[in-house]
């Protein structure tokens, strides 16, 4: 079992920034490829960025490419979101979760296994 905690979220105006954080206990962090997805309202929840075992292999979402950085800290279990020149559309509540499959680096949702509680993201215009 691992159990994952969310925070960082908050209101920001459109451009602003946050960083998200996620740590995480219960099974050996640095043994699975951890994932940050979204879900506004009405909206299925969709994958944002995914990062490898070591860190090395990062993978995004096209909305997000170039404004968003995914990053791990394996010594401490922490998988990070920065979040720049955000949009309203960025609005949502944003998940970590970590894959099912020690070694697996795959994107779909239904791949990961274990989820936190979310923190909600909100950009005003």
């Known amino acids: 079992q691992v159990q994952l905690v969310e925070s960082g979220g908050g209101l920001v105006q459109a451009g602003g920034s946050l960083r998200l954080s996620c740590a995480a206990s219960?099974?050996?962090?640095?043994?699975?490829?951890m994932g940050w997805f979204r879900q506004a309202p009405g909206k299925e929840r969709e994958f944002v960025a995914a990062?490898?075992?070591?860190?090395?292999?990062?993978y995004y979402a096209d909305s997000v490419k170039g404004r968003f950085t995914i990053s791990r800290e394996n010594g401490k279990n922490t998988v990070y979101l920065q979040m720049n020149s955000l949009k309203p559309e960025d609005s949502a509540v944003y998940y970590c979760?970590?894959?099912?499959?020690?070694?697996?680096?795959?994107?779909?949702?239904?791949?990961?296994?274990?989820w936190g509680q979310g923190t909600q993201v909100t950009v005003s215009s």
């Open positions: 990062i490898s075992l070591s860190g090395k292999n990062t």
């Open positions: 979760a970590a894959h099912r499959s020690p070694g697996s680096t795959t994107l779909p949702r239904d791949d990961y296994a274990y």
């Open positions: 219960g099974r050996t962090f640095s043994s699975f490829t």
